[in-house]
T-cell receptor, first 119, second 116 residues
């Protein structure tokens, strides 16, 4: 079946512009995660959505970052007034919710990422 | 707070040699989950294994094996008879008690190069 997809695969933007990154999780996965991979910081958690629960935003680095998940499926990560330090690969992952699918695999499956370059 | 340390930044071995990637973790949770992911040159993270804190049995999957020791807070990964296709960056990760279904804390990764 289809894996996690992300778009665009590459995005170059000018400093100060807003960008939107999209993630389509695996069908049926209720949990969705955003991570960022950068040279200086490695792989870091940004935000986590689980079903209808309030998202865990504890990893968002500043209020310029926000994310939403519509209809429990597609998610958009928005970065406002981009800065050069926002340049990174943004990874999305999804997983099943083990509360409902006991015994099945619920590891996080990652998408190919969006490479963001802020000039 | 959770922390994962992969002290080996880069490792190079000649094909067919065995290689062990180290992972040391810190957590205050009594229940937690440990993971290994592979990131080949294509960039996409590939899940390799998940272990929970209750199960210290070593696991073997083909040429891959994992050694989990709570006493030393380590979850090491060994590749036997390495192959060129094993060249990748390998990440160890840790999550809290929610059945592994929550945010992952990653180590900084170990870049493994297999020399033909």
């Amino acid at each position: 079946g289809a894996g996690v997809s992300q778009s665009p695969s590459n995005k170059v933007t000018e400093k100060g512009k807003d960008v939107e990154l999209r993630c389509d999780p695996i069908s049926g996965h209720t949990a969705l995660y955003w991570y960022r991979q950068s040279l200086g910081q490695g792989l870091e958690f940004l935000i986590y959505f689980q079903g209808n629960s309030a998202p865990d935003k504890s990893g968002l680095p500043s209020d310029r970052f926000s994310a939403e998940r519509t209809g429990g499926s597609v998610s958009t990560l928005t970065i406002q007034r981009t800065q050069q330090e926002d340049s990174a690969v943004y990874l999305c992952a999804s997983s099943l919710d083990p509360r409902w699918v006991a015994g099945l695999s619920y590891e996080q499956y990652f998408g190919p990422g969006t490479r963001l370059t802020v000039t | 707070a959770q922390k994962v340390t992969q002290a080996q930044t880069e490792i190079s071995v000649v094909e067919k040699e065995d290689v062990t990637l180290d992972c040391v973790y810190e957590t205050r949770d009594t229940t937690y989950y440990l993971f290994w992911y592979k990131q080949p040159p294509s960039g996409e993270l590939v899940f390799l294994i998940r272990r929970n804190s209750f199960d210290e049995q070593n696991e073997i999957s083909g040429r891959y094996s994992w050694n989990f020791q709570k006493s030393t807070s380590s979850f090491n990964f060994t590749i036997t008879a390495s192959q060129v296709v094993d060249s990748a960056v390998y990440f160890c990760a840790l999550s809290g008690p929610n059945f592994g279904n929550e945010k992952l804390t990653f180590g900084t990764g170990t870049r493994l190069t297999i020399i033909p």
